[in-house]
C-alpha cells in the first residue's frame, strides 16, 4: 500500500482526484481503486509540550524557576485533531510505500516530519519515505510533480532548520514572556507582556518611527532655481548644487539652512551669462517587476486596494486551495522553471477566461520573450505566485478575489512585454562662478508599463537640445524655501517592505554583511500573522491603512532592553536557520549562544526600570485570570 500524507485536506482531494478511481472516502482518509491510501494532517498536528507539561511546578510563573531549558524535548497531539494524529499512525504501521506531500517550505517539511517522529516511525521505513512537491492543485501539475518525486533525505536539514526554529521561539517566547510579565507586575500592569523574536522587533520598528516622528522638529531650509532662457524653446530651471565653501551652512543631507546665503546666490545669477559645461543623455531601461512572492503581493495590494497583508494571505489561500487558479502562495521565491515557459499560453488564456487580465493587453504582449524570471538556479523549493491553467466554468470568484487574482495576472503578464525606455539627460551649467545642473527623462518605448497606467508611468520632465560652450541667458533666480519633513507613520505595506527588507533597519554592521537580500523578520507565511498578533494584543492599532504604537505598546518596547526590540538578532537568527537547511552550520551551532543568553535578559528583568508602564492603561480583555505572581493561561503567548 502507498500513503501520501498532505499537509491540508484540500491538497490531498488533489492527489487522489488523479489516482486510480473509483473512491471510497473514509474518516480521515480516502482510499483509491488500487488499494492506495491518500491522508492528510490539518496544518501542526503537534505542538511544543508547556512548561507545566516538564513539571508542574511551573504552572506558576516565578523568577527562580527561569530560564526553563527542556533537556528532552516533547511534542503533544493537538486537542482538537487527536482523532487525525490516530488515524495516521493506524495507516503509518500498514503503509509499504510513504509519500511525505506538506507544503514545499520548511514549515511543511516538518510538520509531516514531526508525525513520522511522534509514532516511532521504523527507522527502514523512514529511509525510504519519498518526498512530493506540489505548488498547482490541479490535476496536470499533480500528476507532474508524482513523476518526480525525491527521497525525504534530502530534505532532513531543511526540517532540521525548522525544528531549530520552534525550539528557539519556544526558549525565547516562554522565558522572556514570563519575566517581563513579572517584571510589568511591579509596575501594576496585570496583563501578559509577550516577547517573541520577530513580534518584538517589528513593535519596535513601529515604537522608534512614531517616537521620532513625535520628537521631529521641522526646520526650514533653502533651494535656488535659475530660469534659463532658451531662444526659440522657452524657459528651463537649473536647481544650485552649492560648493565645499558653503559646507558649514548645511545640514549632514547638504540642505541650505542659511536663507541669506540663498538669496545672495539668487540675486548674483539674475541677468547673468549662463553657460552649458555638459550635456550627458543615456539611454535607460527599467525591466518588468518579477512576478510576486508573498511579500511583494501583500505591499501591492495594501497600496492599491487597502487589504491588510492577512485578508490578502487569506485570499490567496482560497485562491489556491479553494479555486485552484493559482500556484503555492506562500512562497517566497519570485522566479520560475525554465519548464514552466511551455504552459505561457494556456496561463494567459486561463486568466483571460477569468478575468484578470484584459484582451487588449493580451494582444500587445510578445509570447516568445523570455525574460530574467525564468531561472532554474534561482528556483528553489518554491517558485513565483503565477496563476495556473485552470478555466473557472463561471464567475465565481468574489470582489477582493478578483482583485488579487488580476494583480498575480496582470504581473504575470508584464514578464511578456520589453522593458520601459527613456532617455536620461544631465546638464552642468556655471553662472557666476556657481555651479548648477538640470535634467530630464522622456519615454522611448512604454513597454511593461502600460499594463500599470496610472500607477506605475514615469513624470517626464524636458529639456531643450543643448550644447557644451552654449552661452544662454539666466533671467532670474529664485529662492524656495522648503520645510523639512518628518518621516510617514508605518503602513501594512511600508510595514511589510521593512521585514522583507530589513538590513536597512541593523545597526551591527557586521551583520549587515552577513545579511542577503532575501533575509527579513519573519517568513513570508508568518509576517501577515506577526502584524495581526500585534494589533490583537493592542500593541497597535489601526487608523485607515496607517499603522500606529499604542500606549502599552510604546511603553513596553521603552522598558524592554534595547537589543530585544532591534531586529540584529533575529534577522541573524533567519540567516543561520537558512544555512542550517543549507547544511553550512548545525543544530547545535544556532542553538547553544541563544541558551547561554536567556539567563541575561532574564537577570535584567529583575532588575529594570518600569516606571515607563506606570498608569498605562491595559485592554481589559488581556488579564488572563492573573493574581499576583501567577497567571494560568487558557492561551500560550506566540514564541514569534
Not at 549562544?593 to 541575561?600: A, I, Q, R
Amino acid at each position: 500500500m502507498k500513503l501520501y500524507i498532505a499537509e491540508k485536506p484540500s491538497l490531498g482531494r488533489a492527489i487522489a482526484d488523479v489516482l486510480p478511481k473509483p473512491h471510497k472516502k473514509q474518516d480521515g482518509y480516502i482510499e483509491v481503486a488500487n488499494g492506495d491510501v491518500v491522508s492528510w494532517c490539518i496544518g501542526h498536528l503537534l505542538e511544543q509540550a508547556e512548561p507545566e507539561d516538564y513539571d508542574v511546578k511551573y504552572k506558576k510563573w516565578q523568577f527562580h524557576d527561569l530560564p526553563i531549558v527542556p533537556t528532552q524535548w516533547q511534542f503533544k497531539a493537538k486537542p482538537k485533531t487527536k482523532k487525525q494524529l490516530s488515524t495516521l499512525k493506524k495507516l503509518l504501521t500498514k503503509a509499504d510505500e510513504i509519500y511525505h506531500a506538506g507544503d514545499p517550505d520548511r514549515e511543511g517539511q516538518l510538520l509531516v516530519d514531526e508525525v513520522f517522529q511522534f509514532v516511532n516511525l521504523p527507522e527502514r521505513k523512514r529511509a525510504t519515505i519519498r518526498r512530493l512537491l506540489i505548488s498547482d492543485l490541479n490535476p496536470q501539475a499533480v500528476k507532474k510533480a508524482l513523476a518526480s518525486t525525491r527521497s525525504n533525505q534530502e530534505f532532513v536539514p531543511l526540517s532540521v532548520s525548522a525544528l531549530a526554529r520552534a525550539r528557539a521561539d519556544w526558549l525565547f517566547g516562554m522565558n522572556l514572556t514570563r519575566a517581563f510579565t513579572l517584571a510589568g507586575q511591579k509596575a501594576g500592569v496585570n496583563t501578559v507582556l509577550s516577547v517573541g523574536r520577530v513580534q518584538t522587533p517589528v513593535l519596535g520598528l513601529v515604537v522608534r518611527r512614531d517616537l521620532e516622528i513625535e520628537n521631529f522638529v521641522s526646520k526650514p531650509f533653502y533651494e535656488v532655481i535659475a530660469h534659463i532662457n532658451k531662444p526659440n524653446w522657452g524657459v528651463f530651471e537649473a536647481k544650485w548644487v552649492p560648493s565645499e565653501a558653503c559646507k558649514p551652512y548645511m545640514d549632514e543631507d547638504g540642505r541650505v539652512l542659511v536663507k541669506a546665503l540663498a538669496e545672495n546666490v539668487a540675486d548674483r545669477i539674475s541677468q547673468k551669462q549662463a553657460t552649458i559645461n555638459k550635456v550627458e543623455t543615456k539611454p535607460k531601461k527599467i525591466n518588468p517587476p518579477l512576478p510576486y512572492n508573498l511579500s511583494s503581493l501583500q505591499i501591492d495590494a495594501n497600496k492599491r486596494y487597502g487589504l491588510s497583508a492577512q485578508q490578502v494571505l487569506d485570499i490567496c489561500q482560497a485562491l489556491y486551495e479553494k479555486h485552484k487558479l493559482i500556484t503555492y502562495p506562500r512562497s517566497d521565491n519570485r522566479y520560475l522553471p525554465q519548464e514552466h515557459f511551455v504552459e505561457r499560453e494556456q496561463v494567459i488564456a486561463a486568466a483571460n477566461h477569468n478575468q484578470g487580465i484584459d484582451s487588449k493587453f493580451i494582444k500587445l504582449a510578445d509570447m516568445n520573450l523570455k525574460g530574467a524570471c525564468w531561472n532554474d538556479k534561482k528556483v528553489e523549493a518554491h517558485h513565483a505566485i503565477i496563476p495556473t491553467t485552470k478555466k473557472l466554468r463561471s464567475a465565481q470568484l468574489g470582489h477582493r478575489e478578483l482583485q488579487v487574482y488580476q494583480l498575480i495576472s496582470v504581473q504575470y503578464l508584464a514578464q511578456f512585454f520589453h522593458p520601459y525606455r527613456y532617455n536620461e539627460t544631465k546638464v552642468e551649467l556655471e553662472i557666476s562662478g556657481g555651479q548648477f545642473k538640470a535634467q530630464a527623462k522622456q519615454m522611448t518605448d512604454q513597454g511593461f508599463k502600460i499594463l500599470f497606467k496610472g500607477h506605475e508611468v514615469e513624470k517626464e520632465s524636458l529639456l531643450p537640445k543643448l550644447q557644451v560652450g552654449e552661452q544662454l541667458l539666466c533671467e532670474k533666480g529664485e529662492v524656495k524655501e522648503k520645510q523639512t519633513q518628518p518621516p510617514k507613520h508605518y503602513t501594512e505595506a511600508t510595514l511589510l517592505g521593512a521585514m522583507t527588507g530589513i538590513a536597512r533597519f541593523v545597526s551591527d554592521q557586521s551583520i549587515k554583511k552577513v545579511l542577503k537580500d532575501t533575509d527579513g523578520l519573519g517568513t513570508e507565511a508568518t509576517r501577515a500573522g506577526i502584524i495581526e498578533l500585534l494589533f490583537r494584543r493592542q500593541f497597535l492599532r489601526r487608523e485607515g491603512k496607517t499603522i500606529y504604537s499604542t500606549a502599552l505598546g510604546k511603553a513596553f518596547i521603552q522598558t524592554l532592553p534595547e537589543s530585544l526590540s532591534l531586529p540584529d538578532r533575529t534577522a541573524l537568527w533567519e540567516s543561520l536557520l537558512g544555512k542550517i537547511a543549507n547544511k553550512e552550520t548545525s543544530y547545535n551551532q544556532f542553538m547553544q549562544p541563544l541558551c547561554d543568553e536567556l539567563g541575561g535578559f532574564i537577570d535584567s528583568a529583575q532588575s529594570i526600570n518600569t516606571n515607563e508602564l506606570k498608569g498605562v492603561p491595559v485592554p481589559a480583555f488581556k488579564k488572563r485570570g492573573a493574581r499576583k505572581g501567577k497567571f494560568t493561561r487558557k492561551r500560550k503567548p506566540s514564541s514569534a
